[in-house]
């Protein structure tokens, strides 16, 4: 199979989809890999890099969606891609399309074969959105610390405190990947840890894991409301996987929140769990609304493309070799790349997108049998 490895277009995206090693293995299973010039500039990666391990150079994206058989991305297409995409091709990339309609039908309208990480599963777990999950939630905390700071609008607190001053107090909602990670920089910084979450279970195993150097809560709406009083950072890391994220923290909750105090929103993807959410760049990453700091970067593992891309091919790399050795019978044998389905032939195949979007669902085996 030819697979084709395009630049991200996407506003201060520097990741890519595949590294000259990852290449290589496609490589070494007997399969061509068709690499935009320049695209793994960001990992510091030029094209000789790919062309020492087999690798083709395209002079333009434009070549890569026309000739491969297959396209691994890191982001989702832009408008500009999803026209180039067609009926027969396999996308494999990040798609995010509960909260971006217009992402949706461009897809539909294809007839591209598309699989997304985000919903891609092994067991319980989801193991492709797991490395970017990581590395957004070690970020959370470095952004919170930077937006806190007294001259980008924030409350002027160092996050661990000193002798004598009490550290910054975070809450945490939500204890999967994200809000685990967060935790741990966040509790590694001295900080005030809070974690909020449903599940009896996690909060056990959290509890375990932080020997009580942070505090785990069940989360009700009087629970939220107490914290969200008294927090300086609070990190929205809950997810639902493929859906919409539900909108935990409304905007009259906002006003029982400290003047200057930061919210980070690492839902932002698919949606984003405050009601006064919505997409930043790390251009301009924050905005304020009712005297509340909001984080909102909708990539925030681009700004560490080198770890993120590395981190990124090593969970892909498997999953995407099957894709390449067995096309579409992959993913119908394959209960996890069948859940990460998410358009085929013009049909929507993931349930809780459809929910999302109110569009008709397909069952994938349905379509792919078809």
């Not at 056990?204 to 009700?220: E, H, K, M, P």
């Not at 609304?289 to 925030?300: E, K, S, T």
Request: aromatic content about 4%; glycine content about 10%.
């Amino acid at each position: 199979m030819l697979v084709g490895v395009p630049k991200e277009i996407k506003k201060q995206e520097a990741r890519v989809g595949l590294t000259p090693a990852a290449a290589r293995e496609y490589i070494a299973r007997g399969h061509s890999v068709l690499v935009e010039t320049g695209a793994g500039a960001g990992i510091g990666a030029n094209d000789e890099a790919y062309i020492a391990v087999g690798a083709q150079i395209a002079a333009t994206a434009a070549d890569v969606f026309a000739r491969a058989e297959m396209i691994v991305k890191v982001k989702e297409p832009q408008p500009q891609e999803w026209v180039q995409l067609r009926e027969g091709q396999i996308l494999f990339t990040y798609l995010h399309l509960a909260p971006d309609p217009d992402q949706a039908r461009g897809l539909l309208d294809s007839g591209v074969t598309s699989v997304a990480y985000e919903t891609v599963t092994e067991g319980n777990s989801l193991p492709l959105l797991a490395p970017m999950s990581e590395v957004a939630g070690r970020l959370s905390i470095e952004a919170a610390a930077i937006a806190s700071r007294n001259f980008n609008g924030g409350n002027g607190l160092l996050m661990g405190g000193v002798p004598g001053v009490a550290p910054a107090r975070v809450l945490i909602l939500g204890g999967g990947v994200v809000g685990t990670q967060a935790a741990r920089i966040a509790v590694g910084l001295g900080a005030d840890v809070a974690i909020l979450d449903r599940s009896l279970p996690r909060l056990r195993q959290l509890d375990d894991l932080f020997a009580g150097r942070a505090r785990t809560l069940f989360s009700t709406i009087d629970s939220l409301e107490s914290e969200l009083s008294q927090a300086d950072v609070v990190i929205g890391s809950v997810l639902i996987p493929g859906a919409s994220a539900p909108k935990l923290v409304t905007r009259d909750m906002l006003g029982l929140m400290r003047p200057r105090s930061v919210i980070v929103d690492v839902a932002i993807d698919q949606g984003g769990c405050f009601e006064t959410s919505h997409a930043t760049t790390h251009e301009q990453p924050t905005y304020e609304v009712d005297g509340v700091i909001h984080y909102c970067v909708a990539n925030m593992p681009g700004c560490v493309p080198t770890t993120s891309s590395h981190a990124l091919n090593n969970a892909t790399l498997p999953y995407g070799l099957a894709l390449a050795d067995g096309g579409l019978s992959a993913i119908l044998q394959n209960p996890g790349l069948r859940a990460g389905l998410s358009t085929h032939k013009g049909k929507l195949t993931s349930e809780p997108v459809a929910e999302a979007l109110g569009l008709s669902f397909s069952a994938p085996a349905d379509v792919l049998a078809a």
